[in-house]
């Protein structure tokens, strides 16, 4: 069992380019959550997924799409990559979507954008 | 737009009790505290979550005063191992209930 799962773990693009992150999770959780955390910044909701077929944008969506691509997996995609996108993207999982329900963690990708 | 507010940083010795306590004035009314917990190079981890009063589990106490403005994370004898980053998390009154991560609590602990 294991847990919610990111690839790739560290990348590093140049200005420009274009990626997609990929996140599974193996809990039958409904929502999904794509993250950023910058330095001296809290986590930064990205875009969300409340269930199969729905995404919402979060508090930083700009430059960003996601696709919901079964109810395992959540994938996030960079189209035309920026310096000011280095950051450590993390996803996560959780029953249904809400404030009282305890989020599930991947380790996170550390992506560098020169 | 309102958020929670815990201390930067805290130092401890192995062995000791340690209490983080965090301050939620709007907190939605029917929603929960809930804490995590990270270390370098990984995702947060869910610690411990409650509503009011009193909640222990194997890790960790929350305690909730009846007016659910404040919390207060126990680790009781912490460890090196305990050395890590603690979020207290508490949705927003108002229709948005949003989640909002603030920086967390740097805990360090020390032989």
């Known amino acids: 069992n294991a847990g919610v799962t990111q690839t790739p773990k560290f990348q590093v693009l140049k200005t420009g380019q274009s990626m997609t992150l990929q996140c599974a999770q193996d809990?039958?959780?409904?929502?999904m959550y794509w993250y950023r955390q910058d330095p001296g910044m809290g986590l930064r909701l990205i875009y969300y997924s409340a269930s199969e077929g729905t995404t919402d944008k979060g508090e930083v969506p700009n430059g960003y799409n996601v696709s919901r691509l079964n109810k395992r997996e959540f994938s996030l995609r960079l189209e035309s990559a920026a310096p000011s996108q280095t950051s450590v993207y993390f996803c996560a999982s959780s029953e249904r979507r809400g404030g009282n329900q305890p989020q599930h963690f991947g380790d996170g990708t550390r992506l560098s954008i020169l | 737009l309102a958020k929670t507010t815990q201390p930067i940083s805290m130092d401890s010795y192995e062995g000791q009790e340690v209490n983080i306590t965090c301050s939620h004035n709007n907190i939605a009314t029917n929603d929960y505290i809930t804490w995590y917990q990270q270390f370098p190079s990984q995702g947060p981890r869910f610690i411990i979550q409650?509503?009011?009063?009193?909640v222990t589990n194997e890790v960790a106490s929350l305690f909730i005063p009846a007016d659910r403005k404040s919390s207060t994370l126990s680790l009781p004898r912490v460890s090196l191992s305990d050395t890590a980053v603690y979020y207290c998390l508490a949705p927003r009154a108002g229709n948005n209930r949003k989640l909002i991560w603030g920086l967390g609590t740097s805990l360090g602990v020390n032989p």
């Open positions: 809990m039958n959780h409904n929502s």
């Open positions: 409650g509503y009011k009063t009193k």
